[in-house]
């Protein structure tokens, strides 16, 4: 008979340096405006989907942050999660990156973030990692 191994995976140093990367990566895209964004992502591929994903994926994941930094990622956080959801599906469209105020008060929330973990507000590098399913 087969059995069914559970494995738990502790937070390593390296885990957590891997998110914190990944944070930065996810903070440095969302900060951008949008041709630059565009940029980042295959052309098949939903862009503010993507960018809110990247960044969702990984934020819970750092810990030993400042007061400012953690205040700063639920702010942004917070903000992302009013505007998920079928009631603002505009938000979520190509376009809107370009146009819809959402997306300036992303990308200045993102800013903030950036400022407060000492990080540069730059275009981040390609992400050769990452696999999309389209």
Request: negative net charge.
């Given at each position: 008979m087969d059995t069914l191994r559970?494995?738990?995976?502790?937070?390593?140093?390296?885990?957590?340096?891997?998110?914190?990367?990944?944070?930065?990566w996810?903070?440095?895209?969302?900060?951008?405006?949008?041709?630059?964004?565009?940029?980042?992502?295959?052309?098949?591929?939903?862009?503010?989907?993507?960018?809110?994903l990247n960044f969702d994926e990984h934020w819970h994941h750092?810990?030993?942050?400042?007061?400012d930094q953690m205040n700063a990622l639920v702010r942004l956080d917070e903000v992302i999660n009013h505007w998920s959801g079928i009631q603002h599906p505009d938000v979520w469209e190509d376009a809107a990156l370009?146009?819809?105020?959402?997306?300036?008060?992303?990308?200045?929330?993102?800013?903030?973030?950036?400022?407060?973990f000492d990080w540069p507000v730059e275009e981040p590098p390609p992400d050769p990692g990452k696999i999309y399913v389209v």
């Open positions: 559970c494995v738990v995976v502790k937070k390593s140093g390296m885990n957590m340096e891997y998110h914190r990367e990944r944070l930065q996810a903070l440095q895209a969302l900060a951008l405006p949008a041709q630059a964004q565009r940029r980042l992502f295959p052309p098949e591929v939903c862009v503010p989907d993507e960018l809110v750092v810990d030993d942050l400042a007061q370009d146009s819809h105020h959402v997306w300036f008060e992303f990308r200045a929330l993102a800013q903030e973030a950036l400022r407060a």
